[in-house]
């Protein structure tokens, strides 16, 4: 494996880990329950918005898939959730995304990692292949606490006591 790419593709899969966690025990009617007394996002448009990044990151890499989560969670802000698919319709197109990202990184060398990016004026101040993906493993990162908070809003586990949690049972 390249050198450069080895911890973003383990925090990718640490997030992958971590999403079927968060997933497992989430039901429909509070997975569309907003933060901040209704005036933040929900549970389920972080996932989506994830799944919209994960295409994106994918794109960034030369993986160009149809991206069906762009429309409702690229910057659409959150809303009562009417139209959002289930949480049981996310799974399987996370577990896809999960595979088809670690498979495509795995083949991305440190070269492919330094070249300058077609546009390097990007929202995020990319200018490298690698800046993107440090951007998105953040991005990943600061969401997935995000998630963690709304389980502790809606009276579940955080995801540090998932991870604790599954770890134990081995």
């Known amino acids: 494996?390249?050198?450069?790419?080895?911890?973003?593709?383990?925090?990718?899969?640490?997030?992958?880990?971590?999403?079927?966690?968060?997933?497992?025990?989430?039901n429909d009617e509070d997975a569309i329950k907003r933060a901040r007394n209704g005036a933040g996002c929900s549970f389920i448009w972080i996932v989506g918005h994830l799944m919209h990044y994960r295409?994106?990151?994918?794109r960034a890499v030369g993986q160009e898939k149809p991206n069906p989560w762009a429309e409702q969670f690229d910057s659409t802000?959150?809303?009562?959730g009417s139209g959002?698919?289930?949480?049981?319709?996310?799974?399987?197109?996370?577990?896809?995304?999960?595979?088809?990202?670690?498979?495509?990184?795995?083949?991305?060398?440190d070269e492919q990692l330094l070249r300058v990016l077609p546009n390097p004026n990007s929202p995020h101040s990319e200018r490298t292949?690698?800046?993107?993906?440090?951007?998105?493993?953040f991005h990943e990162a600061n969401h997935m606490g995000a998630l963690s908070m709304l389980r502790l809003e809606l009276g579940l586990s955080s995801l540090s006591g998932l991870v604790v949690a599954s770890f134990n049972k081995k």
Do not use: C, G
């Not at 088809?100 to 060398?109: C, I, P, R, S």
């Open 1 to 26: 494996m390249n050198t450069m790419i080895r911890p973003f593709r383990e925090q990718f899969k640490f997030t992958n880990f971590s999403m079927r966690l968060v997933l497992n025990d989430m």
């Open 55 to 58: 295409h994106l990151a994918l």
């Open 129 to 137: 292949l690698l800046d993107a993906i440090v951007f998105y493993t």
């Open 84 to 109: 959002y698919p289930s949480v049981a319709a996310l799974r399987e197109p996370w577990n896809d995304l999960a595979a088809t990202l670690d498979e495509t990184l795995q083949d991305v060398n």
């Open 77 to 80: 802000p959150a809303n009562d």
